[in-house]
T-cell receptor
Framework: AQSVTQLGSHVSVSEGALVLLRCNYS??????LFWYVQYPNQGLQLLLK??????LVKGINDFEAEFKKSETSFHLTKPSAHMSDAAEYFC???????????FGQGTTLQVKP | DAGVIQSPRHEVTEMGQEVTLRCKPI?????LFWYRQTMMRGLELLIY????????DSGMPEDRFSAKMPNASFSTLKIQPSEPRDSAVYFC????????????FGEGSRLTVL
């Protein structure tokens, strides 16, 4: 079975500071990993995904994530936070041979001016 | 493409009433998912279909919930009878190319049961 744990339900950073959102996964098979963002009153949008092609994945809006098998982690980073990055971020895992996408509990990112 | 289309966007109903939520996936997608989002439980997968066939409904809370996909372009999630604890945002999502394909989400249906 697959699962994800997001460390920290709320993260607050200053505008221009580094963003780091943590995600650890559990999977008995090679996982496919995703980061989604949700703005208020909207659906989820894909930021980036890992599908075993490269361990460092670049996404939209300068976000990137690194797959570390030894640490079972897939942390999301952005070098410089912008006010428009304030939203809820979800890490998700999908095992091979299954259609199920399992989400973590989400991390709310607050960006202070 | 118009994306995943859900209706209604908002529904307010009274306990005991039947609720039907609708979803039109992106054309050509072969997977369709229904999720429920609440503050307490986060995003929960209720059921998903592959090529219109239900594959896993283990997340459906109880018999009051049912989902159908009569064709590749339409799905419904029905709650009968509804209860206040069903109040949530219900999302439909679709994807293509199996497990590596990203899910595209609709904007959700916000259900309030009084």
């Amino acid at each position: 079975a697959q699962s994800v744990t997001q460390l920290g339900s709320h993260v607050s950073v200053s505008e221009g500071a580094l963003v780091l959102l943590r995600c650890n996964y559990s999977s008995s098979v090679p996982p496919y990993l995703f980061w989604y963002v949700q703005y208020p009153n909207q659906g989820l949008q894909l930021l980036l995904k890992y599908t075993s092609a490269a361990t460092l994945v670049k996404g939209i809006n300068d976000f990137e994530a690194e797959f570390k098998k030894s640490e079972t982690s897939f942390h999301l980073t952005k070098p410089s936070a912008h006010m428009s990055d304030a939203a809820e971020y979800f890490c998700a895992v999908r095992g091979s041979n299954t259609g199920k996408l399992i989400f973590g509990q989400g991390t709310t990112l607050q960006v202070k001016p | 493409d118009a994306g995943v289309i859900q209706s209604p966007r908002h529904e307010v109903t009274e306990m005991g009433q039947e609720v039907t939520l609708r979803c039109k996936p992106i054309s050509g997608h072969d997977y369709l998912f229904w999720y429920r989002q609440t503050m307490m439980r986060g995003l929960e997968l209720l059921i998903y279909f592959n090529n219109n066939v239900p594959i896993d409904d283990s997340g459906m809370p109880e018999d009051r919930f049912s989902a159908k996909m009569p064709n590749a372009s339409f799905s419904t999630l029905k709650i009968q009878p509804s209860e206040p604890r069903d109040s949530a945002v219900y999302f439909c999502a679709s994807s293509f190319r199996g497990e590596t394909g990203e899910l595209f989400f609709g904007e959700g249906s916000r259900l309030t049961v009084l």
